[in-house]
């Protein structure tokens, strides 16, 4: 009888909760909207991705640039019957590279991962002559760490919460620096 109640506090201990990993939600709304006195908005993606390590953004199913373009087709509004928003998307690239885990204690993973985004883009605001009125270039970088022995579906919530938060500073900045050297041609 006893190995029996042994048996089922031993099943109950080893019985842990399943952590569900919620998957991120990018949601264009919540990022900044920035309105231009422009006919017609063209992006000119001049990204190439690279098939060399470390960048990994073309083997994902979401890469970063994909998610710029959907954020300035939703976010970037052109208001008017004059002037041209050209868009160029420099870089989007995303690398993962292996690094030393210096604060590693006696059991922890002595390798991790590291992630880093890099975004550059520039924005030029030309009249209808295709001569140049407004420019700016907006850069943001951001990075992250995991570990080493994880899921495929923790690393692809880890890339995709990198993605996002870059998102909503890059977003963040671009209102800002358009705001400080293309004021006269916001709504």
Known sequence: MKRIFYAF????????PIELVE???FD???LNKISFSAHT?????KYEASFADPFIDHSLQN??????????NDNIISI???NK????????????????NNDAKKYEEKFIYKYELALLVEYNLYNNSDYLLASTLVENFRSTTSGKFISLQETENIIDDLILLSLRDFSIESEKLIKQYMKDFIL
């Open 9 to 16: 506090i031993l099943i109950l201990l080893s019985c842990q």
């Open 85 to 100: 928003l050209v868009i160029k998307i420099i870089e989007a690239s995303i690398k993962k590279t292996e690094i030393n």
């Open 80 to 82: 008017g019957k004059e």
């Open 63 to 72: 890469p970063p640039v994909h998610r710029l373009k959907s954020w300035i």
């Open 23 to 25: 998957p991120v939600v």
């Open 41 to 45: 908005v063209k992006i000119d993606e």
């Open 28 to 30: 264009n709304s919540q």
